[in-house]
């Protein structure tokens, strides 16, 4: 008589690891930052499926349905809900990643052809834990999936300016320096009327601890800056009043102001920007908090460019 002994605890460990590769490559996919800790409490979360496998409520916990609520549970503990859109399209993804990776086991398996490793691959999340030689295939195969998953998806790039995409900017105002994440969007087209500058749009609370309260304040109220304080005086030469039309509305006036230089990290280089202006908005630019500021395309172009 066969006997087959299963180590509940490197099964656990495992499937811990796994989870916590398919987390990480959904927030690759998703190009979302986030906390380390919450992918690793999401895995574990994730991984006491195993925990339930030894225990009179294994049939309960391998319904579909149950499968479901867990995995909601895990991209809930992991990424957090910001909106109901943004928590589909993560729980989506997910599953994509998961289809997929699982997708290209199955079809090493079969391209191999070794019969002998077929249990633990297809059976990895029943009660049955398969032979110590699938689990092995699992093992050696989930991280070469995984790294060919990783960087088929990283390389799907266009050649040309890529347009609504994430970069990270560097910005030098008033002897501060702000690190933060900016939207290139095709669709922003506004520029100084008098010296044809590219504005890039932010929200002022990104600028509001470099702001003097007196701007801050009138811009929030969006009323005229009638006279500027004689110790403020520097901030004279770097307030500008640009025009715009909103959806439905004519006649609107963004406040801006001048920064010493905005740096710009794209597709690897470094592109410094020193003609720009930085409007001022009073609305949430991003609801999911992904980005801070929304480009001028222009800034890509004819610039200074160091390479990264």
Excluded at 95 to 118: I, K, P, R, W
Aim: net charge neutral; glycine share 6%.
């Amino acid at each position: 008589m066969n006997c087959l002994v299963v180590y509940a605890d490197v099964v656990w460990l495992l499937n811990a690891c796994i989870d916590f590769l398919l987390l990480l490559l959904t927030a690759t996919v998703l190009k979302k930052k986030i906390k380390r800790w919450r992918l690793v409490l999401g895995a574990f979360i994730g991984s006491t499926i195993v925990i339930f496998a030894f225990t009179p409520f294994a049939s309960m916990m391998t319904h579909p349905i149950m499968k479901l609520l867990y995995s909601l549970l895990i991209v809930y503990t992991a990424f957090g809900f910001t909106t109901f859109r943004n928590y589909t399209q993560t729980v989506f993804t997910f599953y994509f990643v998961t289809f997929m990776v699982g997708g290209g086991l199955m079809g090493t398996h079969f391209f191999l052809q070794t019969n002998e490793m077929v249990n633990g691959l297809v059976q990895s999340q029943s009660i049955s834990y398969g032979d110590p030689i699938s689990w092995l295939f699992v093992i050696f195969g989930f991280p070469v999936i995984y790294y060919f998953s990783k960087k088929r998806i990283e390389s799907v790039e266009v050649t040309k300016i890529h347009y609504d995409q994430i970069v990270k900017l560097k910005i030098q105002l008033a002897e501060e320096e702000l690190e933060l994440a900016g939207l290139i969007d095709s669709g922003n087209q506004l520029y100084d009327p008098l010296t044809k500058t590219p504005v890039m749009i932010m929200h002022i609370s990104s600028l509001e601890h470099c702001l003097p309260a007196w701007l801050t304040e009138q811009i929030y109220s969006k009323t005229e800056i009638s006279q500027i304080p004689e110790n403020d005086s520097v901030w004279a030469t770097k307030l500008r009043l640009i025009p715009f039309r909103a959806v439905g509305v004519e006649n609107q006036f963004l406040w801006a102001i001048k920064p010493e230089s905005v740096q710009i990290y794209h597709e690897g280089s470094s592109i410094v920007v020193n003609k720009v202006l930085i409007g001022l908005n009073t609305q949430q630019l991003s609801t999911n908090g992904e980005y801070q500021c929304i480009v001028h395309p222009k800034m890509l172009i004819s610039q200074k460019m160091v390479i990264a």
